[in-house]
């Protein structure tokens, strides 16, 4: 990548933005991107696990770890038996937007884009953040609770059991379909490698505050500054 106007942000070389009007819909991972934790670490934290489970998450955002399903099986054995009442404390003292969310995603809706939230974090947490953001559509994984108490693993659901890298990709998939665009008209912005699948199906990738692997993949990347200095290269 060759920087623009600062090194905060960069355009890969060779890179023409087309303007925002050329995009219907949007899809975002959310740990780290939208909000400013990974949710499943502060879990942790307040079990008192959190060294074992973010060695964990970060050797798999590095990519170190390239079986996701299995880095979150691993994380989720070491959090059976936490009481469920910290998912409450995770979402009320933990949990922060990062700069420039709220505004990208109030901007993105006014101009008439689909939002799309595609976790491998929790349902517990993505309601809230796509509430709050306005979300479209929805994708992440159900924690199993039971006597009121985390047991290590998720439920399944219609589509699958953990959202992963390919599953965010089918879903950004699946959503063009549904409102009638093309890929090419998507965008996609997130900062782990199970964000690169979905990244590399959409017109438009965005790295945020990314992994070293992950920027330099990514048509932009914001490596300093809020999510809403995207705006600032796409053309109304």
Known sequence: ??????????????????????????????????????????????????????????????????????????????????????????LAERLTFNPGARELCAALKAAGLTLVLVSGGFTFFTRFVAAELGMDYVRSNELEIADGALTGRVVMQAWGDICDGEEKRRMLLQCCEAIGCTPDQAMAVGDGSNDLPMMGAAGLSVAFHAKPKVRAAAMVAINEGGLDRLLGVLQA
Do not use: N, Q, W, Y
């Not at 060695?55 to 469920?84: K, N, W």
């Open 1 to 90: 990548m060759a920087p623009t106007s600062d090194s905060g942000l960069v355009l890969r070389d060779g890179v023409t933005l087309p303007p925002l009007s050329h995009f219907k819909l949007a899809a975002f991972d959310m740990d780290s991107t939208l909000i400013s934790i990974e949710c499943i670490d502060e879990i942790a934290a307040l079990a008192g696990k959190g060294e074992e489970v973010a060695a964990i998450t970060e050797a798999a955002m590095r990519g170190e770890i390239t079986d996701f399903r299995d880095s979150l099986r691993r994380r989720l054995a070491l959090l059976a038996g936490v009481p469920a009442t910290v998912l409450d404390r995770v």
